[in-house]
């Protein structure tokens, strides 16, 4: 089995693309791309069996709703007075939500904040797998889920602030050998040196993992309530199991 993470930026140059070959009690990191372009994140996706992709997969649909009714000139009008509650169902997914009770953590919103441009790749080439034929379930049922890194450490228990920070390199090293201590299991080869300066190398191996967490079941189930959304919002996968757990038997 292989599994591939993608940490994506606007542009290709803060992109990267891990892949991850699973062998019994052993896990191999077989390439990372720093940066990968559309056709290389295309190919590989079509190749292995899951991708994490650490971006919304979608927008939350109040404010699809909200910006179509706007357009026509039919906005509902909000509640009298200063707060700014009525806003929330249009700057947080069901997903964002769910993270932030879970675990403390709040995502990026993908409709108020500069994460919006890397959604608008991420669309594309969701529309590019469509048109060849492999559509994507944005609820992470098929061969893309959506993966938030910082939710991923943390359901592993592992350290998750800090290490994007440019002034300390010390913090991505020591996230990095957190992980490794972990998971000892995980043969970075060659790469080991990517990920130790590289926090979107880190980020794209973190997803990987996720993505085999995702295809094992050891994230946290989607409710009934919840499927409808996640299929037009996308659903953030967070792991709720040990990360030992991705390369035992148990299924």
């Not at 140059?13 to 699973?22: G, N, P």
């Not at 919304?56 to 910006?67: I, K, M, R, S």
């Not at 990095?176 to 191996?205: K, N, Q, Y």
């Amino acid at each position: 089995m292989i599994t591939a993470g993608l940490d994506l930026a606007a542009m290709p140059e803060r992109s990267a693309l891990a892949s991850i070959e699973w062998a019994g009690t052993r896990a191999v990191i077989r390439d990372i791309v720093c940066p990968p372009g559309d056709g290389v994140i295309l190919e590989v996706i079509g190749q292995v069996s899951k991708t994490g992709i650490d971006c919304p997969l979608g927008w939350p649909d109040a404010f699809v709703d909200f910006v179509a009714a706007h357009r026509s000139g039919h906005v509902a009008l909000p509640p009298d007075g200063p707060g700014t509650g009525w806003r929330r169902p249009l700057t947080m997914r069901r997903t964002d939500v769910f993270v932030q009770e879970k675990l403390h953590l709040v995502p990026l919103s993908v409709s108020a904040d500069w994460i919006a441009h890397v959604a608008m790749r991420c669309a594309a080439l969701l529309a590019k797998l469509d048109a060849a034929d492999r559509p994507v379930d944005r609820s992470g049922a098929g061969a893309v889920v959506e993966v938030y890194p910082a939710a991923s450490l943390l359901g592993w228990g592992l350290r998750h602030r800090g290490y994007k920070q440019p002034r300390t390199p010390d913090v991505l090293a020591a996230v990095v050998g957190d992980l490794l201590a972990a998971a000892p299991w995980l043969d970075c080869g060659p790469h080991e040196a990517t990920i130790r300066r590289s926090h979107d190398a880190f980020d794209a191996v973190i997803a990987a993992l996720t993505a085999r967490a995702a295809s094992r079941g050891q994230t946290w189930p989607l409710g009934e309530d919840d499927l409808a959304a996640a299929r037009t919002e996308g659903w953030i996968a967070i792991p709720n199991s040990p990360i030992s757990q991705l390369i035992s038997d148990r299924r």
